[in-house]
């Protein structure tokens, strides 16, 4: 069993940054990939960012890249997502995941059905 508990959400002005981190409890955190994903109201919950095991291999939604950064600290069993350049259409709740069935894998996983470990959701909100 995995518990995930994300903070670092808030109101944020557009051009803002905020700093997401999700710690983890129960099994090997440094064993398997973690990611973060998003929903806006009425939208599907969507991909943002991921992070292999060991944090050499991460990838993102074209969306946000070059605007958010993704890590991990295995020692803390943490992962981290800082945002900059924060724009109003990234208003969402925004959720990390689990994907502790692919256990070192070394291409990590995009899709919200690879994960099957999901922490309860921090809000962010970019006014304009």
């Known amino acids: 069993q995995v518990q995930l508990v994300e903070s670092g959400g808030g109101l944020v002005q557009a051009g803002g940054s905020l700093r997401l981190s999700c710690a983890a409890s129960?099994?090997?955190?440094?064993?398997?990939?973690m990611g973060w994903f998003r929903q806006a109201p009425g939208k599907e919950r969507e991909f943002v960012a991921a992070?292999?095991?060991?944090?050499?291999?991460?990838s993102y939604a074209d969306s946000v890249k070059g605007r958010f950064t993704i890590s991990r600290d295995n020692a803390k069993n943490t992962v981290y997502l800082q945002m900059n350049s924060l724009q109003p259409e990234d208003t969402a709740v925004f959720y990390c995941?689990?994907?502790?069935?692919?256990?070192?894998?070394?291409?990590?996983?995009?899709?919200?059905?690879?994960?099957?470990?999901w922490g309860q959701g921090t809000q962010v909100t970019v006014s304009s």
């Open positions: 995941a689990a994907d502790t069935r692919g256990m070192f894998r070394v291409v990590v996983a995009t899709t919200l059905t690879e994960y099957n470990y």
């Open positions: 129960g099994r090997t955190f440094s064993s398997y990939s």
């Open positions: 992070i292999s095991w060991s944090g050499g291999s991460t």
